[in-house]
């Protein structure tokens, strides 16, 4: 057995620029979009990974060409339309085996898809059928809807240019569908029935479609739970494409500079972009962190495993000893959305800092409260409400001091809690025991 992976340690906070690998979904559509453009094309900052070296070998199988110049460089050449059949292997991409089928289907020449044997358990059914019922021919080598299969066309537009694909199970069937429809002839009506999971990923591959130059426009029917595009014919337009950073990826980097009261900053985020990972900023703004956004990039000022301003500044506000649960719900009753385990994270962080005193409750539990004092104290606590004094005990730090010299300890550190009943739940438990035993 492997020795257990020893987690870095930050011992003082982070400052560094992190330029971000592109996303691989833009990658892909950014290659699928200039293999078919009507003019030679550019990619810079391409994701070089397998899915990627996958999706550019498959379309040069179809006709295209595309030469990998390094540091993220891809310059294609586009097919000829419609493309040539073969061959394609797509490993375990699934932008491979699921966006590439509907290009295939435009020839009349068969195209053999196989991949991994882990990729045979992927479904790809519903987006096959939709492409049989626009006219293409698949035929199975092993489970029906699933790889390897071959495909022939050519797909035409149905009766009144309609298609729709259940994309029920993954978004790329629809995006496949998008991609493909402005070069079946006529404009097409693209349709998913149904709750589309994964929905900033179709937005993606409408604004790639869009800023390659292709016509569109949102159908609204009127149909509940029916999503409906108008694609019209064209061919891409080639040129320089720009991958975005793959925002998701940065999350590491960004929460080492929020545990560690740190500084981040990610080139190349974009102002505004369909991927999903652009939620960070709003997410983790709402944490504490200070964030800018500018031509350069990203830049995020983290607040420190300890210092979130909602929980301090909530603290200081109640002033009184509080459970993490209860802290907790206060919180959320005040639109602060922190999760109850980074509560329990943060108070313990504060009071380990001094910056609250803990003590246990009736029950066991810890009860945080905001450090009303600079020196070291200690608590006369109510068993019965809770109801906590501070006391200053400076015999019990003279005999502390004492004991770790003498014993030859260090990083000393103590509590002292003396519970019992404070005045009033005195006065009130007399009342009931003078009740239960009759006496006045």
């Known amino acids: 057995m492997s020795a257990p992976w020893p987690a870095p340690l930050a011992t003082s906070p982070v400052d560094a620029t992190v330029e971000v690998p592109g996303s691989k979904s833009i990658t892909a559509r950014a290659l699928y979009l200039a293999a078919v453009a009507d003019s030679p094309s550019v990619i810079r900052g ?74 045979y358990a992927r479904p790809l059914g519903q987006l096959l059928d939709a492409l049989v019922r626009m006219g293409a ?52 009506f693209v349709s998913a029935p149904g709750i589309v999971p994964s929905m900033p990923h179709v937005e993606m591959t409408l604004a790639s479609l869009a800023g390659a130059g292709i016509d569109l426009e949102v159908v609204d029917e009127g149909r509940a739970n029916l999503s409906t595009w108008h694609i019209f014919p064209s061919r891409p337009r080639g040129g320089d494409i720009t991958v975005e950073p793959d925002l998701s990826n940065a999350g590491p980097f960004l929460a080492a500079a929020m545990v560690t009261g740190g500084r981040v900053r990610i080139p190349a985020w974009p102002g505004a972009t369909t991927q999903a990972g652009d939620a960070w900023r709003a997410l983790l703004g709402h944490m504490g962190a200070t964030i800018t956004l500018d031509e350069e990039g990203l830049t995020l000022s983290g607040p420190g495993a300890g210092n979130y301003p909602g929980i301090k500044a909530t603290m200081a506000e109640l002033g009184d000893f509080i459970s993490a649960q209860d802290l907790h719900l206060t919180l959320a009753n005040r639109k602060e959305q922190v999760s109850l385990a980074t509560t329990y994270r943060v108070l313990q ?13 009736v029950e066991g539990e810890s009860l945080y409260r905001h450090c009303q004092g600079d020196t070291h104290h200690h608590h006369l606590l109510c068993r019965r409400c809770g109801k906590a004094v501070e006391l200053e005990a400076p015999a019990i730090e003279d005999w502390a001091l004492d004991m770790g010299k003498k014993y030859g300890f260090s990083e000393l550190e103590h509590v002292v809690e003396v519970t019992g009943y404070c005045p009033e739940c005195t006065l009130e438990l007399r009342d009931e025991e003078n009740r239960l035993t009759g006496r006045q």
Not at 67 to 73: K, L, N, S
Not at 148 to 175: K, Y
Not at 349 to 361: I, P, R
């Open 46 to 119: 391409a994701l070089d990974a397998r899915d990627t070296r996958l999706f550019a070998a498959a379309l040069e199988v179809m006709g295209a060409r595309v030469e990998d110049e390094g540091a993220g460089i891809l310059r294609v050449t586009p097919m000829e339309l419609p493309p040539r059949g073969g061959r394609i292997e797509c490993g375990l991409a699934g932008t491979v085996m699921r966006f590439l089928p509907p290009l295939a289907a435009l020839s009349p020449e068969e195209t053999l898809f196989d991949g991994d044997e882990q990729a």
């Open 137 to 188: 021919t698949v035929t199975y080598h092993g489970e029906r809807g699933h790889l390897p299969f071959t495909i022939q066309g050519p797909i035409h537009t149905p009766l009144g240019a309609q298609a729709w694909v259940d994309s029920s199970s993954s978004s790329q069937f629809l995006s496949a569908l998008l991609l493909v429809s402005p070069l079946v002839g006529d404009p097409l």
């Open 349 to 361: 962080s504060l009071a380990n800092s001094g910056e609250l005193d803990v003590v246990k409750g």
